[in-house]
């Protein structure tokens, strides 16, 4: 089992910046990715970005060169730091971590923290 708790949600204007946290405990060692989805109601969750425990990373089209995802291992955290920020932003974004115990992937996720760009 794994438990996240994520952070560092708010209102910023657009343009702004605002820098999400997850923190994993439980069983860590089996985590093989980290990453972030957000959803705006009405609407399905959607990924934004992802960091595998070797570190390779990728994001969706709409938010390249603006958001950073990252993570610190020795903290079992991982960071998502969003730039220019825009409306279309605004979101519930969700903290999840995949484990492949047995093979077979895990999906584990935080509780969600509401981001609101205003303009």
């Known amino acids: 089992q794994v438990q996240l708790v994520e952070s560092g949600g708010g209102l910023v204007q657009a343009g702004g910046s605002l820098r999400l946290s997850c923190e994993a405990s439980g069983s860590v060692d089996s985590i093989g990715l980290m990453a972030w989805y957000r959803q705006v109601p009405g609407k399905q969750r959607a990924l934004v970005a992802v960091?595998?425990?070797?570190?390779?990373?990728s994001y969706v089209e709409a938010v390249k060169g603006r958001f950073t995802i990252s993570k610190d291992d020795a903290k079992n955290t991982s960071y998502l730091e969003m730039s220019s920020l825009q409306v279309d932003d605004t979101a519930v974004y969700f903290c999840n971590a995949r484990t492949y115990g047995d093979g077979t992937p895990v999906n584990y996720w935080g509780q969600g923290t509401q981001v609101t760009v205003s303009n």
């Open positions: 960091i595998t425990r070797a570190g390779a990373i």
